[in-house]
């Protein structure tokens, strides 16, 4: 027989909410594994002591901020409501059935106002690290990086709006007349009535051709005379610049320059040398057989945080705020690996 059900929202029942989050719950094995006491030793000097009114327990705004980051909540407003409703949220920031959530100005108001670098996050960050080493998961033997892109969090509706009062039209117009103008002062004629050659790519010494002396501090070139240093830009890179009355008697100019100085630069960061030592390290045997683990170890890491954790996106402005969303999610992503791995069965005996 078909019967109609009838509404129970409204029936009271004795529950706990301990017994309704499962045991096998990401949350109840991160609760498990990280201990997060430090968090409100590290920030209490941003803390009034004895004035004012009572303030968002840090550990339990943080742990928030980790829910968002573990289980992809971008939106602060959105997190908020999602604490309201998911029992194993509410379990995770010791917060019962009844209590109320705080609000989602809270957390931005805190995070404008009272963590306003990203030492806390930086401090939050090393903590877990150092939790994850007294666990034996980090011995510090090899050491993996890598970098990935983030999207901006900016309004690509704003432009100058004085690059932009001349329309195409005009500017190709002016463009036409600057021509114009300079064929006639030069004597030039129009680009149309002598047809374009084909550019022929000449070949050029190789940078490689170039050996640094680092005794010296400059650069020698395939025909043994010295490149010394210049200046450095601003962009970090030591530029190295030859003689140019060497170079216009050099056999090898119009394969090594077009510059109409006959000189040759050549460019090298300030980081250079760390770079050549971590690739004399990366080049050994050794090096090599540790290098093909770097797809199974950083790469699948950043993957997983790009996908999972928010890194994909800047959630906020300013390279503090994001800096700190990098800290975060990197810590809850720690987190979640302390705790995948401690919860795995021991091994059996031989």
């Not at 409100?40 to 968002?68: T, W």
């Not at 010295?226 to 140019?244: F, G, N, W």
């Not at 540790?290 to 996106?313: H, I, M, N, W």
Request: with cysteine.
């Amino acid at each position: 027989m078909l019967k109609k059900p009838v509404p129970q929202q409204t029936t009271l029942e004795m529950v706990s909410i301990e017994g309704l989050v499962p045991k096998d719950h990401l949350l109840r094995r991160i609760e498990a594994a990280v201990d997060f006491s430090f968090i409100r030793d590290r920030v209490a000097g941003l803390y009034c002591a004895d004035n004012g009114r009572p303030a968002l327990d840090p550990v339990l705004m943080f742990k928030a901020l980790f829910i968002g980051y573990l289980f992809g909540v971008r939106s602060e407003r959105r997190l908020v409501r999602e604490i309201e409703v998911n029992v194993a949220y509410r379990w995770f920031l010791g917060l019962k059935l009844t209590d109320p959530v705080f609000d989602a100005s809270t957390l931005s108001q805190n995070r404008r106002r009272r963590y306003r670098d990203a030492s806390v996050a930086q401090d939050i960050f090393d903590a877990i690290v150092e939790q994850a080493i007294r666990h034996g998961l980090v011995d510090g033997t090899a050491l993996y990086t890598d970098s990935t892109h983030l999207k901006a969090n900016a309004n690509k509706n704003r432009f100058d709006m004085a690059r932009v009062a001349k329309s195409r039209a005009d500017y190709w117009d002016a463009l036409d007349a600057a021509i114009d103008e300079d064929r006639l002062a030069h004597g030039k004629k129009p680009l149309k009535d002598k047809p374009r050659e084909p550019a022929v790519k000449e070949t050029k010494v190789s940078r490689k051709a170039f050996a640094y002396d680092k005794d010296l501090d400059a650069y020698r070139c395939p025909h043994g005379e010295l490149l010394p240093y210049a200046t450095t830009d601003r962009a970090a890179y030591r530029h190295y610049k030859s003689d140019p009355a060497v170079c216009r008697a050099c056999p090898l100019i119009a394969s090594c320059t077009a510059n109409a100085k006959a000189e040759r630069t050549i460019t090298r960061h300030v980081w250079a040398e760390a770079r050549e030592k971590a690739d004399s390290h990366r080049l050994t045997a050794w090096g090599k057989a540790v290098y093909k683990r770097r797809k199974e170890t950083v790469e699948r890491s950043f993957a997983d945080a790009k996908q999972l954790f928010g890194p994909r996106y800047a959630r906020f402005r300013g390279l503090i705020k994001v800096s700190c969303q990098c800290l975060l999610a990197a810590a809850a992503q720690n987190m979640k690996k302390i705790a995948l791995a401690l919860a795995k069965p021991a091994p059996m005996p031989a």
